[in-house]
């Protein structure tokens, strides 16, 4: 098992440019969340999806947008960078045989805007 | 809206020495407080989890407390090693998956040889 995968590792953007994150799971999970974190700030929630088909709003969802594509694969998309959104982004999953709240993370994504 | 406090920001201890690291929430309908710990470039890892029915859990040389009607739980970190050094962080979630999980803003531990 490969456990939660993430693409790209490092990206570099110019401000106004547009990206996806990719995120896939192979763990049979439910769940799927994208949290950005940044110094001193631990890691706050942009967007989760509860199940395949739903998506809902964590606490800094403005200015990105998401999709559940299946079971698997949760992408997350910046329609428009901005230099605010320079952060490490990591992708996470939950709900599987054992303890359905505990979340595993994916390796994460460096993205730098200038 | 919902947050978790976390406290020291950072903490320094001897080798052997212990840690303890605490956090506050604030939704009172939250059940569920992870702790994960993250090294530097690494991903968060889970070491220890805890549910609102109970009051203590103990894994080896990590131990974590819960006082709900305080909101306040502790992580406890015994005879301490150097590659105990990294970032920790609490967090509290309601329900089962699916659910947001609100972290605390993370401690920087250094565990000096």
């Known amino acids: 098992n490969a456990g939660v995968t993430q693409t790209p590792k490092f990206q570099v953007l110019k401000t106004g440019q547009s990206m996806t994150l990719q995120c896939a799971q192979d763990?049979?999970?439910?769940?799927m969340y994208w949290y950005r974190q940044d110094p001193g700030m631990g890691l706050r929630l942009i967007y989760y999806s509860a199940s395949e088909g739903t998506t809902d709003k964590g606490e800094v969802p403005n200015g990105y947008n998401v999709s559940r594509l299946n079971k698997r694969e949760f992408s997350l998309r910046l329609e428009s960078a901005a230099p605010s959104q320079t952060s490490v982004y990591f992708c996470a999953s939950s709900g599987g045989q054992g303890t359905k709240e505990t979340q595993y993370f994916g390796p994460g994504t460096r993205l730098l805007v200038l | 809206g919902e947050n978790v406090e976390q406290h020291p920001s950072t903490l320094s201890v001897q080798e052997g020495d212990s840690a303890v690291i605490k956090c506050t929430y604030s939704d009172s309908a939250s059940n569920y407080f992870p702790w994960y710990k993250q090294e530097l470039g690494k991903r968060p890892q889970l070491i220890i989890d805890?549910?609102?029915?109970?009051g203590e859990k103990k894994d080896q040389r990590i131990a974590v407390t819960l006082n709900k009607t305080a909101k306040h739980f502790s992580l406890h970190i015994t005879e301490t090693q150097p590659e105990d050094s990294a970032v920790y962080f609490c967090a509290a979630s309601r329900g089962t998956g699916g659910f947001k999980t609100i972290f605390g803003a993370g401690t920087r531990l250094f565990v000096k040889a």
């Open positions: 805890i549910r609102s029915n109970v």
């Open positions: 763990m049979n999970h439910n769940s």
